[in-house]
């Protein structure tokens, strides 16, 4: 399958992008959030793949935000497209560098889930038409 990703590119090489059902709830997209919680799902939103310029909540690797804003802390829960991605960590920082950059966050934690597992039934039709753009069928 021809991409646009570097040659030498090895961020994420061995995602397979299968089909499979994508569960009721899925995917998330922060649809309906508000306050901080819609800020966090708004800086996640430019959170890019290493691999291709499609954001993660596209993506639909975004499975959850909460807030609680007593302790000014947030959680994500997220999953990666393939569980043994090299980009892992540097993903989760990013992930928890833009919850932070929300008013009133002043700590914010992501966790790994692999449950529901990840497929491209997962990806929004925002996610599928940018993976287009970029030379992807989907």
């Not at 966090?40 to 959850?64: H, K, Q």
């Amino acid at each position: 399958m021809p991409t646009n990703a570097p040659i030498d590119s090895e961020a994420c090489a061995y995602t397979e992008y299968e089909d499979g059902e994508s569960p009721a709830d899925y995917p998330k997209t922060g649809a309906g959030a508000e306050g901080v919680e819609a800020e966090i799902w708004d800086a996640l939103r430019e959170v890019e793949d290493p691999e291709m310029p499609v954001s993660i909540v596209d993506l639909g690797l975004i499975y959850g935000v909460e807030v609680d804003p007593e302790s000014g802390t947030a959680e994500v829960e997220m999953t990666l497209t393939y569980s043994g991605c090299p980009a892992r960590d540097m993903l989760l920082n990013d992930v928890e560098c833009a919850a932070e950059t929300a008013s009133e966050v002043d700590d914010a934690e992501v966790r790994l889930r692999y449950s529901p597992e990840w497929n491209v039934n997962m990806v929004t039709e925002r996610g599928r038409s940018a993976l287009r753009d970029f030379g992807l069928s989907v």
